[in-house]
């Protein structure tokens, strides 16, 4: 059994459509929006949105208790310019900026967002992580 993976990665929302929305502005692609939840293709593993109160239910745990902000889920670029496009296109979309794309102390170069829902992404170019054409690290 192999348990060094990851098939789902799911955002509880306060807007399904909002946050619909928001994803498709910054270039996802939905593979199934459905009344109370999408899913994104992430080339062998989903990405989902779901209500926040039903995420919650799911749990038995009340909302007030599902944090937000203390995890990052990043995406890396093969180009500073690519980080400075990404970050563009998430403010445009409707994101609050976070830390502006700068250098970073470990070499790299990088910027963090909030989603509409206060979730935090990093557009990052990481010299020593490069990509393959299909934006995997190599």
């Not at 967002?113 to 170019?125: K, N, T």
Request: charged letters at 20%.
């Amino acid at each position: 059994m192999n348990s060094n993976r990851i098939n789902l990665i799911t955002l509880g929302v306060a807007d399904l459509t909002r946050s619909v929305a928001y994803y498709k502005a910054i270039g996802w692609v939905p593979e199934e929006v459905l009344e109370n939840v999408a899913f994104f293709d992430m080339g062998g593993a989903k990405f989902g949105l779901f209500p926040l109160d039903m995420l919650a239910a799911e749990q038995k745990r009340d909302a007030s208790e599902l944090g937000k902000g203390s995890t990052t889920i990043a995406q890396n670029y093969n180009t500073e310019a690519e980080v400075d496009l990404a970050f563009a296109a998430a403010i445009k979309a409707g994101a609050t900026a976070v830390a502006e794309p700068n250098k970073m102390a470990w070499g790299g170069y990088s910027s963090y967002v909030a989603d509409p829902d206060g979730h935090i992404w990093e557009f990052a170019f990481n010299p020593f992580w490069p990509l393959d054409d299909d934006g995997k690290i190599k």
